[in-house]
């Protein structure tokens, strides 16, 4: 998104929890995650105008990024989703709850998967 401290305010007048801001340099995006119950959503915001977060939106404006799910073991993962033919983005690397990578999106139908492992 283009202003994450306006996206976060509107979640917490929606009564949510909202966490602080953090900048995740190796992404290069400020981080703000919603807290549901059992979700998260996490909120981007591209730290200058050639991170692939700002193409995305610059591409397709805001909206959905992609999609994170928790694994135990990043690793292992990786080696399941390779052996199942799909396409990993490039080496895991810090992210902003833990180490992370990605599943690209032409091989799992248009959905662009993080993976994250929490340390």
């Given at each position: 998104m283009k202003n994450i401290?306006?996206?976060?305010?509107?979640?917490?007048?929606?009564?949510?929890?909202v966490s602080d801001p953090i900048v995740v340099e190796e992404q290069g995006v400020k981080v703000v995650m919603?807290?549901?119950?059992?979700?998260?959503?996490?909120?981007?915001e591209p730290l200058g105008p050639e991170t692939t977060v700002a193409k995305f939106i610059e591409k397709r404006g805001e909206g959905i990024h992609h999609i994170a799910i928790e694994v135990d073991d990043i690793n292992k993962f990786i080696n399941i989703a390779?052996?199942?033919?799909?396409?990993?983005?490039?080496?895991?690397?810090?992210?902003?709850?833990?180490?992370?990578?990605?599943?690209?999106?032409?091989?799992?139908?248009?959905?662009?998967?993080?993976?994250?492992?929490?340390?």
């Amino acid at each position: 998104m283009k202003n994450i401290d306006e996206a976060a305010r509107k979640f917490r007048e929606l009564g949510l929890r909202v966490s602080d801001p953090i900048v995740v340099e190796e992404q290069g995006v400020k981080v703000v995650m919603v807290m549901l119950s059992n979700t998260k959503i996490e909120l981007l915001e591209p730290l200058g105008p050639e991170t692939t977060v700002a193409k995305f939106i610059e591409k397709r404006g805001e909206g959905i990024h992609h999609i994170a799910i928790e694994v135990d073991d990043i690793n292992k993962f990786i080696n399941i989703a390779k052996n199942a033919g799909l396409t990993i983005t490039g080496e895991p690397s810090r992210g902003a709850e833990g180490i992370v990578t990605f599943i690209h999106p032409k091989s799992l139908h248009g959905i662009l998967l993080e993976l994250v492992q929490h340390e």
